[in-house]
């Protein structure tokens, strides 16, 4: 089984920075894509960031620019970098990993921006 556990997050005003990162553990061969999503209340879960095992980046459209995503393949992390942060990046973030193909998710961490 596969554990991924965030730290940071928390609340910072708009402008401010945050940085979130995850640590993958278990029994794990390869670590195919990490990524973060978030969910705001009353929202789906949407992509923010994306990195592959190769290293390719994706952003969301609202967060490029701002955001920065970076992966540790030692340490089987990921960190988000968020500077800029407006209030509508308030939303829990959560960790993926599609490791060995299998995709698991992390149990999120609250990030608030207030106003």
């Known amino acids: 089984q596969v554990q991924l556990v965030e730290s940071g997050g928390g609340l910072v005003q708009a402008g401010g920075s945050l940085r979130v990162s995850c640590a993958a553990s278990g029994r794990i061969f390869s670590i195919n894509l990490m990524a973060w999503y978030r969910q705001a209340p009353g929202n789906q879960r949407e992509m923010v960031a994306t990195?592959?095992?190769?290293?390719?980046?994706n952003y969301a459209d609202s967060v490029k620019g701002r955001f920065t995503i970076s992966k540790d393949n030692t340490r089987n992390t990921v960190s988000l970098q968020m500077n800029s942060l407006k209030p509508e990046d308030t939303a829990v973030y959560y960790c993926?990993?599609?490791?060995?193909?299998?995709?698991?998710w992390g149990q999120g961490t609250q990030v608030t921006v207030s106003s």
């Open positions: 990195v592959t095992s190769g290293g390719s980046t």
């Open positions: 993926y990993a599609a490791v060995d193909l299998h995709p698991y």
